[in-house]
């Protein structure tokens, strides 16, 4: 250690500290260590003990590496040490090399931290033994996760209970049934402490001491370190309530609404309802909440901190019992004693970032601090290191010299008994303890101290002060063992003088005697997220201190007419904690989505992420996402709809003018029947159209292919039936049967029969609506609805049929290729039946497809009809013109005749001239 190492320690607010050899000094471009650094006080004692480990460093870099380097501290406080951006590619931008953070933020810097796995092995490889070997058995979970080391362990911090001895007094000699708390009176506590010394009496006590005093019983630290949330995080440990609870995802959840927890939780609210606490909370905060409306949301509620003051450990405002962290100051009338149930264990370690350019540099420095071989870590640490077995600064007696060990005998001022023995015979002599120059010693109390004669020889008005070792010129004493000092009575001879403390109920604490209270509370001393790893929300959980504003409810109340239930105080907590709770989802690989409803005029539905929250990227992490059908209501839809009511006007149109025109020549020759089923089929075939639009549900899914494929299936068969009788009449293989027309529309009707009862099976197979799975580009899986095709081999086969009805109708159409276009509409059929393959291929991919890409989705539904439209007009609309008289084609006449030629039973041919695909009059067939 430095000379000056007690100096060095007392230096006050530092905000930046460099170090650097002599040779080193001013260079500018010597290597700089960046230490970020973060202390529990405004003093330097953390930063001394680093200040000392460096000259052993910077050696080890000169041999080993050949580099010289200046060390840098830097305090960057409790907030920036974990939020400050740092190592971006600004070069305003500061880049430590290592950070110390707290243990419940190393996960919140795990994206600029390295995985210390390799520098774990490394020392193991070095000294022969394991940092996780050392380690805190619940520590563990305060620096690993997911199979990373995230830090190497610095610091212990844990809670302590301490009570006010002279309250209790005051209050048991006004007859309150109190008793000091363990480890005093074990004969009433008993081995099994714990079984009575629980959070149950520390309310009955507080309660107790409040009535007595008329001041609140209990207190927890002015220290802004969220004393308020470890407080009530303790407490649901001790009473087996979970504060973090994990769903199925592994996303942490609020652990207490459970009705069970919340009734065992009622002595949190007695305890703060009923103001048997000391206020704790900044109060103009509280006021300013409790002036304002409600919160609405989250966001709205108020960020509670706790009021400091540095002298909060006074004996005075410590009334009765006190909740507080190891390193407190001790006072004369306030005694350490047992936690009820368990303790916080926290602390601070060390990270190394990932963008430093020396980091087995900083994993030296961090090596040498941690290294027990050197006496930085027990200087660092006050109670305990988080290594087990290796105490702190105060309580670890094996590396402290017999003058410190001689000062903790000495700590408690005040006139105290010794005795000693000799001859046989005990005498007793009284020592008042004195401190100067921060040195403590003793000066013999002549006035209550009797038998003097074996110390004659001393100069009993002189201080004797603690020392290595006995010196009777120098009037020094020094520490034998336990309660013990070696006291000089002349140059040759000393006594050795042990304090009655061991064996009188003065009640006077020894250093030792707390270091074992603090062994003790560590046995049970758990992190906030126990039993779970650390995780990055931990650090949000105490910085937006939810705990703080449940609590103010119970302490302050918001005001009377908004004031919840306990149970809904705790409920509004639990929202809060889950709110914070969900993960960024950056780099979580389990997002869950849920959808929310179409937005018919926008048709977008709202994403809501249920397990993390989106980062600002929208195109990674959109707000909406298209719906996977076309709203009635969006233009889109209404455009398709209007398309469809055209063309329905329109067929129904030419359907009405061709009913009461059905007398004309032009219409009477060309088959009413025909083209009454070929414009019906056609707007059953648009109305298919109207069921693609809109939710996807089982009923429009099934009614969707009915209608499209009774549509094109009646359109088909007619075209066949037409076409097979007007070559049959052209070619005269039926013209003196009867019934050569039915027989073909019945093997048609034959045909439809089949389709319709494949169409049923087809309708009973299936669900109606599958249920479909797909990926935002984050990953984050969804489910949409889409129409099931149900069975492939049936819908193949209603297929099937149509393709074969019109390759059959194409095949019929062509044997009628060399009939003369101005004597039949046999080529007309042969036309549409070319135009029926588009028209039947666009039904079959508006089944197979699914809306992905909503253009081809229209183009499909919109081609469908306006194919559907043209062969409707190629037919019919010609019809009209001729019935109005409107000539635009002179080369079509107003009928159409076909010679028929019949032989005679002479053999004999007859000639006859007769109206094509009309009325043939020798057989009375109307085509």
Known sequence: MFNEYENIKNFYSVQSFVICSDEDYGKKDINTLLFWNAPYTYYFEIQAAIVNAFPIWLNMQRKERGMSFCLELYNSGWVDNVNKEICTDDPSTPCPDIIMLGTTQFAARINDSLNLNKYFKLYLKRHGKSIESMINKYSYYDYHLDNSWLAIPLLTDFRIFQFNMTTFDYCINKNYDLKYPPPYNMDYWGENYKEKWTWNKVLEYSKMITECTNKPGFSISRSNSYEDTKLFIIICQSLGIPFFTEDNDGTKKCGFRKKEYIEKLSLVKDLFENKYIEKWLVEDQVWEWRNNSYPKNIDEQPIFRIYESEDYTDGIKINGLHFVASYTDKCPDVKTVYTPGSSFLGGSGLIITKKTKFQDEAFDLIDILINDKYPFFVEINTATTPFENIHGNECNDSQKTKKELCHNILEMDGTYPYYYIKDNKTNVVYLTHIISNSERGVYINTNISQNLSLIDNTNKESYYMCDNQVNYERNSITY?????????????????????????????????????????????????????STFNEINEIEYKSPVSILLAHLYYKHNETNEGTFDNIINECCDIMDEILLPNCYNYN???????????????????????????????????????????????????????????????????????????????????????????????????????????????CITKLWLLICGITGILCSFAIKNEIIISAYNNNSITKVNSKYKSSIIYIVVIIIQIAVLIIWTFAQSGVDIKYNNLSNNAPYIYKTCSRGSQPLLSIIFGIDYILLFLLIYISYKGRNIPAEFNESKKVFISSLISILLLSLCYLSMMMEMVNEIQYIFISTATIITSVIIVILFVGIKLLIVFNIDIMSSVD????????????????????KMASGYIYNSGILI
């Open 590 to 700: 389990k997002i869950k989505i849920s959808l929310g409803t179409c937005n018919e005029k926008t048709q977008k539905m709202s994403i809501e992420y249920l397990n993390c929250k989106p980062g600002s990227d929208i195109e990674l992490y959109p707000e909406e996402i298209a719906c996977p059908y076309i709203p009635y209501k969006n233009y889109k839809g209404i455009g398709i709809i209007v398309i469809i009511s055209i063309a329905i006007i329109i067929k129904l149109t030419l359907l009405i003018v061709i009913i009461i025109y059905r007398k004309e020549r032009c219409i009477y020759i060309s088959g009413l029947g025909f083209l009454i089923i070929l414009v019906l089929s056609s707007i059953v075939l648009d109305f298919s159209v109207y069921f693609w639009v809109g939710d996807i549900i089982k009923f429009k």
């Open 480 to 532: 034998y063992d336990d309660f013990k000092i070696e006291f000089p009575i002349n140059d040759n001879e000393t006594i050795i003088l042990k304090s009655m403390n061991d064996i009188t109920k003065t009640y006077e604490q020894s250093n030792s005697l707390i270091c074992s209270i603090y062994d003790e509370i560590l046995k049970n001393a758990k992190p906030y997220q126990f039993p779970y």
């Open 894 to 913: 107003n009928t159409s005749v076909v010679v028929v030629v019949s032989k005679n039973i002479n053999g004999n041919e007859d000639t006859k001239e």
